[in-house]
Nanobody, 111 residues
Framework: QVQLVESGGGLVQAGGSLRLSCAAS????????MGWYRQAPGKERELVAT???GGGTIVNGRFTISRGNARNTVYLQIVSLKPEDTGVYYC?????????WGQGTQVTVSS
């Protein structure tokens, strides 16, 4: 069973930034796609960003997703944080038809 471990969440003031990290428990195979999703209180889980195998860095507004040098690692940097960015951020990995999820890391943005 593959495990994904996220880290880097916490309490941040609005306007600040943070970097989330995710690492899979195995490097035996390479993920086709890795990504980040988030779930705000009372809302459904939503996609934040994804990056394919071999992808270096993708910037989308305030969000930057990047693959690490180690196999099956992914990062998410968020700048200019807003209170509406508050939620649990989940790492996601897809290998063929298999999908794996991390336990999530809480991000709380105070105004």
């Amino acid at each position: 069973q593959v495990q994904l471990v996220e880290s880097g969440g916490g309490l941040v003031q609005a306007g600040g930034s943070l970097r989330l990290s995710c690492a899979a428990s195995t490097s035996f195979f390479s993920a086709d796609v890795m990504g980040w999703y988030r779930q705000a209180p009372g809302k459904e889980r939503e996609l934040v960003a994804t990056i394919p195998s071999g992808g270096g860095t993708i910037v989308n507004g305030r969000f930057t997703i990047s693959r690490g040098n180690a196999r099956n690692t992914v990062y998410l940097q968020i700048v200019s944080l807003k209170p509406e960015d508050t939620g649990v951020y989940y790492c996601n990995m897809r290998v063929g038809a298999s999908v794996f999820w991390g336990q999530g890391t809480q991000v709380t943005v105070s105004s």
